[in-house]
């Protein structure tokens, strides 16, 4: 009896081991190794600076800029948008726990009931329609200036998303394999930059880890061109010479669940100042 | 425009630093209009005073240099928390913007 038992827990725990070698707890694991190894001296939470935490005057020069940035104006109107109560009297409060408070950072998310992917974007959207107002372009100034001010909202929140289920975990996989594939006339991938050339410089860039990334977006460029994290993904794919995608296409939102995901654990910001 | 400028003051050591965002559109006078080719009237500060308690510790004349949204920082010696900034602004319309902060 006792051998029978013995032999029964060695082939759960066998089972267990062998369902945990491939997936996206083990992936992160293994780029957080990666990273460490490469980058040393970097803190955990300071993979949210990205190439800041490379740079000590750029960092010293990005704290000084955040203790008032530019764009709080531009984040007072997406407050503006945030509070405007809908025709029928109710806000967009209404459609999120807390109010809207430390929601963010739990998106993406695989609504297995719709069989899709809900990106934070998604959400506000949704809240619109269920509440019969026009949708905001996805892309648009106004839905971006709306996220970034709801986002804020979450600061301080740690990232933590999930990916539970086949369908949750086959967007994932996606995004994993659009992150690695090469394209583009320059023939990169996201990972030849981010992953295997991290700290180095192309021109006068230094590459930042792909962990920490999605963690402060939209952000502001020169502190007031709002750019939302799909744009970047328009922007890397420009860069290197590739058709960049629709925003809220179903290749872009699988990236940001991919990149989200790997960011779990780090604390948000949203909106940052970038140059 | 719903609030002319944001100001936030905090003393640093025995120096307050003030720091000032200000909603203009700051036209230099010099852009085309895209649809019509016609020059775009100048409309931006010229003139900014800013004091502390009442007295004046910066009186600066702009120029059509000056970007859109203008970003002032400056900082005052002798000033000490609880003292009140007054940042006034016009432009070469006349128009005035004004805002204040006590000192953090």
């Known amino acids: 009896m006792r ?32 990273y460490k190894q490469r980058l040393p001296d970097v803190k955990f939470e300071d993979y949210v600076l990205g190439a800041l935490a490379l740079n000590r005057d750029a960092r010293d020069q990005y704290e000084s800029i955040m203790t008032f940035p530019p764009f709080v104006n531009d984040v007072d ?11 029928n009297g109710k806000t967009f409060a209404s459609c999120f726990a807390g109010g809207g408070k430390n929601v963010a950072g739990r998106y993406p998310y695989f609504d297995n009931g719709e069989g899709r992917l809900i990106t934070f974007e998604n959400a506000l959207n949704a809240c619109l329609r269920r509440n019969d107002e ?57 990972a030849s930059c981010h992953i295997d050339n991290v700290g180095n410089f192309i021109r006068s860039e230094q590459m930042s880890p792909m962990i920490g990334q999605a963690a402060h977006w939209p952000e502001f460029r020169a502190g007031t061109e709002l750019t939302t994290l799909q744009k970047r ?3 890397c794919n420009s ?15 699988n990236l940001e669940y ?9 604390p948000m910001q949203t909106p940052v100042f970038r140059k | ?13 025995d120096v307050a630093d003030v720091k000032a965002l200000m909603n203009h559109i700051m036209e230099t006078g010099l852009r085309k209009d895209a649809n019509t080719g016609k020059l775009i009237p100048a409309y931006f500060i010229n003139h900014v005073v800013a004091t502390l308690n009442g007295k004046t510790v910066l009186d600066a004349q702009w120029g059509a240099a000056i970007a859109k949204n203008p970003f002032l920082g400056f900082k005052i010696k002798g000033a000490k928390a609880g003292d009140k900034i007054v940042i006034n602004t016009v432009d070469n319309k006349g128009e005035k913007m004004s805002g204040e902060a006590a000192i953090a």
């Open chain 1, 239 to 253: 860069q290197t010479r590739a058709v960049p995608l629709e925003y809220n296409s179903e290749e872009y939102n």
């Open chain 1, 134 to 190: 026009p949708e905001l372009k996805y892309g648009s100034n106004a839905l971006g200036l709306l996220s970034a001010y709801v986002k804020s909202l979450s600061d301080g929140m740690k990232v933590q998303v999930k990916v539970e289920g086949a369908a949750a975990l086959a967007a994932y996989e996606k995004g994993k394999a659009y992150y690695y594939t090469r394209r583009g006339q320059l023939n990169f991938s996201c």
């Open chain 1, 258 to 266: 991919f990149l989200t995901y790997m960011s779990n654990g780090l």
């Open chain 2, 1 to 13: 425009m719903a609030e002319g400028m944001k100001i936030r003051a905090t003393m640093q050591g």
């Open chain 1, 77 to 87: 109107d997406g407050r503006k948008t945030w509070e405007k109560p809908f025709k």
């Open chain 1, 3 to 34: 051998r029978r038992l013995t032999v029964f827990l060695a082939c759960l725990f066998l089972w267990g081991s062998l369902a945990a070698v491939a997936g996206p707890a083990e992936d992160r694991k293994a780029l957080l190794e990666h």
């Open chain 1, 233 to 235: 993904f328009q922007q």
